[in-house]
């Protein structure tokens, strides 16, 4: 595993991170057993991921819950990243949440607390006020960013420093680039989320695809119809790199968006151990620069002609 320095931090982190989303019902995952998803995090932890990334709202709360069982005995080794729950906008309420997500973790500190989108009608610089607070009273060590744009991001910053902001980004996904830059030249770590693009940039996946009701897929952009067959054309060019260099579709993936500047981490959602083995294996290779070439063309092209929606999830 390779490990990176967290912005401004002491904390060092793997390059490839474990993404607890799909520790909920909101990925297929729902059909493995507790003992399963247990599994998952515990091999994350042999193959040298030490950064685990949460949220309340993954499942109402169930993600963490199953991720403070998986903690138990092993707290220390893990870098526990959570967030503050939608709408929990004042210091009051912030503190109100991280009690609740230090309850569900069966732990007494959360090492990066992140503001999981910042809110369009409230100042989210209350927010921010209220984990500095908790960074006072030892609940959390670092107050974080998700989702935060530029300005946004400068005026957290005037409030109390935070240590990162997690953003999406992938061969399908560069919106934020500029943004990206703008966070490493302020020493603020990027923590980069669906690399796979939710899976559509894995091959496994075709128009005649189909997910379980309350997966999040059925709401993801790139399996939609008027832009699943762009996306699969970036998908072509993966797996073309994947046959040169003898790995899968999402090492590529994955080491594409790790190897990109200011990225201190890159959080994959896994579903099985299979796919953490892959994953923690796909920053432990390089590819040439042609190929690198070759990818961001393919990226250039897709993001030129694919329709440009706000989130992966837009309506
Ligand atoms: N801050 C935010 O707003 C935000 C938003 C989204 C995500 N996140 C974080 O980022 C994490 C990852 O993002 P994501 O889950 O949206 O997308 P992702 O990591 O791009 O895709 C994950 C999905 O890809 C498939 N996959 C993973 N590894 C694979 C492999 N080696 N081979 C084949 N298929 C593979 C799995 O699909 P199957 O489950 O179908 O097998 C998995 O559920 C989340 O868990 C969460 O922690 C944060």
């Known amino acids: 595993m390779r490990y990176n320095k967290l912005g401004w931090s002491g904390i060092t982190v793997s390059a490839v991170s474990l993404g607890c989303a799909q520790f909920s019902n909101q990925f297929t995952m729902t059909q493995k057993t507790e003992e399963d998803m247990i599994a998952i995090m515990h091999r994350s932890l042999d193959l040298g991921i030490n950064l685990w990334d949460t949220a309340p709202g993954y499942g109402n709360g169930y993600s963490e819950t199953m991720v403070g069982k998986a903690l138990r005995g092993r707290r220390t080794q893990v870098v526990l990243a959570t967030k503050v729950q939608y709408h929990h906008w004042t210091p009051e309420l912030v503190e109100e949440s991280c009690d609740a997500s230090l309850k569900r973790l069966d732990t007494d500190y959360i090492d990066v607390l992140q503001v999981h989108w910042p809110s369009r009608t409230e ?18 060590r670092y107050a974080a960013l998700s989702n935060f744009n530029q300005s946004q991001t400068d005026l957290a910053g005037c ?42 940039l894995t091959g496994r996946y075709d128009e005649t695809s189909t997910f379980p009701p309350g997966d999040v897929r059925n709401h993801c952009v ?4 008027q832009v699943m067959p762009l996306a699969l054309k970036v ?5 073309c790199i994947a046959t040169k260099y003898g790995v899968t579709p999402a090492q590529v993936a994955i ?3 790790a ?10 959602g896994s579903s099985s151990i299979q796919q953490v083995e892959q994953n923690a294996a796909a920053v ?6 042609t190929d690198i070439a070759l990818l961001k063309t393919a990226s250039d092209e897709y993001m030129a002609t694919a329709p440009r929606f706000e989130t992966m999830w837009d309506e």
């Not at 902001?165 to 030249?185: F, K, M, S, T």
């Not at 190897?259 to 959080?267: E, G, N, R």
């Open 259 to 268: 190897q990109q500047p200011h990225i201190s981490s890159v959080i994959v």
């Open 159 to 200: 409030v109390y420093p935070v240590v990162s902001n997690q953003l999406p980004y992938a061969l399908v996904w560069c919106y934020d680039e500029p943004l990206i830059r703008h966070c490493g030249e302020c020493s603020i770590g990027v923590l980069a989320y669906s690399p796979l693009g939710e899976g559509i």
């Open 123 to 140: 100042a989210n610089e209350m927010t921010i006020a209220g984990i500095a607070l908790l960074v006072k009273k030892g609940k959390v």
């Open 255 to 257: 080491n594409w968006t």
């Open 235 to 239: 998908t072509a060019a993966v797996k």
């Open 284 to 289: 432990q290779w390089a590819m040439d620069d």
């Open 222 to 225: 790139f399996f939609r119809p």
